[in-house]
C-alpha cells in the first residue's frame, strides 16, 4: 500500500533543539511521531551516542514499548527480534534492538537478517545505532532520526542522507548540548537561594534559555556569570546520582537530565551569561540566556541559520 502525504513526499529533513530533560525529550518524541511517522514505516532508525536521550525519545513515540538495553541483564539471542517466528500469533508488530549492545553477541549479518524477516511480516523495528548496521543491511530507514546538540528527523530518499552523514553531524555536535546542560545547573545552583519568578525552559544553539513570568529583580547577570566561571575554573567532577539528581563536587542538585552532562565542570567552554533580560513581548516572558562554545559578541546571532550556497 502507497502512504502519500506532502509533508512527507517535499521534506528532506527538519531540525529540532533536543530538549534536557527526560520529560521534554519524550515529548518530542510524541510530537514527531503524531508529524512524521508513516504508518507504513518499516524500519525506524536511530542515530546517536551513548546518553543522548535516544531511549526516551523512542519512549515519547512508541510509549509503551519494550526497549531492550544494552545494560539490561538480557540474553540477546532470545530477545523478540531474533526469535519473531517462535512467538506465534501474539508476536510483537513493533520490535526494538540496541545494535551496539546485540553486536557483542550477535553478528550484525545475523541482526539484519532478523530485521529483514520481521519487515516482511508488515512488521516494524526501531533500531538504534542503525548506522553500525546500515552497511550490512543495505537498506536505508523508512524513517531515520539523528540525536545531537539538535534532533534531526529525515525520510531518506534513494540519493540519501545516510545513516553515517547524520551521525557525522549528531555526534560531534552532542557536546555542545552537554556543555549547556552543565552550564544550566550551574547557574541553578548559583541562584537557588534568591528570589526568583516562576520560569519555564527554552532552547537556544550552544545554550540555555529560562523564561520568567516576570523580571527577576535582583538578578545581577554580571555576578551570576563570574559566579559560574570560578565554578568552571575549579573542574569540579559532575556525576549521575540517581533518575532525579547529579552530584557537583560534593552537594547533590535536582536536575531533569541526570546522564546529559559533561564529566567535570573545566569541560564547560567559553562560558557567558547574555548580559541583558530580553522582553518575550508576544507571551509575556523575561528570558535569561545563557551560552557555552560562543565568543560573548557573537551572543546576537545564537539561532541563525546559515545556508551553504555556490558561488
Same mark, same amino acid.
Given at each position: ?15 529540532? /533543539? ?69 512467538? #506465534? ?38 533500531? %538504534?545505532?542503525? %548506522?553500525? =548496521? ?8 523508512? =524513517?531515520?532520526?539523528?540525536?545531537? %546538540? ?22 560531534? @555536535? ?7 546542560? @552543565? ?11 534568591? %528570589? ?33 566561571? @570560578? ?17 557537583? #563536587? ?13 564529566? @567535570? ?17 508576544? /507571551? ?28
Amino acid at each position: 500500500m502507497i502512504y502519500n502525504n506532502v509533508r512527507h513526499e517535499c521534506n528532506l529533513y527538519n531540525f529540532f /533543539f533536543a530538549p534536557r530533560g527526560n520529560r521534554r525529550m519524550m515529548e518530542l518524541g510524541r510530537k514527531i511521531a503524531q508529524m512524521y511517522l508513516n504508518p507504513f514505516d518499516k524500519i525506524i532508525g536511530i542515530v546517536g551516542a551513548k546518553d543522548c536521550g535516544k531511549s526516551m525519545l523512542i519512549k515519547g513515540m512508541f510509549p509503551g514499548i519494550q526497549i531492550v538495553e544494552g545494560d539490561d541483564e538480557f540474553d540477546f539471542q532470545n530477545m523478540p527480534l531474533m526469535n519473531a517466528e517462535d512467538v #506465534g500469533f501474539y508476536t510483537p508488530r513493533t520490535f526494538h534492538v540496541d545494535v551496539r549492545a546485540a553486536s557483542k553477541f550477535i553478528p550484525l549479518e545475523k541482526i539484519a537478517q532478523a530485521i529483514l524477516d520481521v519487515t516482511k511480516q508488515q512488521k516494524r523495528v526501531i533500531v %538504534e545505532y542503525f %548506522e553500525m =548496521l546500515y552497511p550490512v543491511l543495505n537498506r536505508n530507514a523508512d =524513517l531515520m532520526i539523528g540525536i545531537g %546538540e539538535e534532533v534531526i528527523v529525515t525520510r531518506p530518499s534513494l540519493f540519501g542522507p545516510l545513516p553515517q552523514n547524520i551521525a557525522d553531524i549528531v555526534y560531534k @555536535s552532542l557536546i555542545y548540548r552537554k556543555m549547556a546542560h @552543565s552550564a544550566e545547573d550551574l547557574y541553578g545552583y548559583v541562584v537557588r537561594n534568591m %528570589e526568583r519568578p516562576d520560569y519555564v525552559r527554552s532552547d537556544i544553539r550552544h545554550g540555555f534559555v529560562l523564561d520568567y513570568v516576570e523580571k527577576p529583580i535582583n538578578f545581577d547577570l554580571e555576578y551570576i556569570e563570574d559566579k559560574i566561571k @570560578s565554578l568552571i575554573a575549579k573542574d569540579l567532577p559532575i556525576r549521575y546520582y540517581d533518575e532525579e539528581h547529579i552530584k557537583i #563536587g560534593d552537594e547533590i542538585l535536582a536536575c531533569t537530565g541526570p546522564l546529559m552532562h559533561v564529566e @567535570s565542570t573545566g569541560q564547560i567552554e567559553n562560558f557567558s551569561m547574555v548580559k541583558k533580560f530580553f522582553h518575550d513581548a508576544r /507571551f509575556g516572558y523575561y528570558i535569561v540566556a545563557g551560552t557555552v562554545g560562543h565568543k560573548e559578541e557573537e551572543s546576537d546571532r545564537l539561532n541563525t541559520i546559515d545556508i551553504m550556497t555556490a558561488e
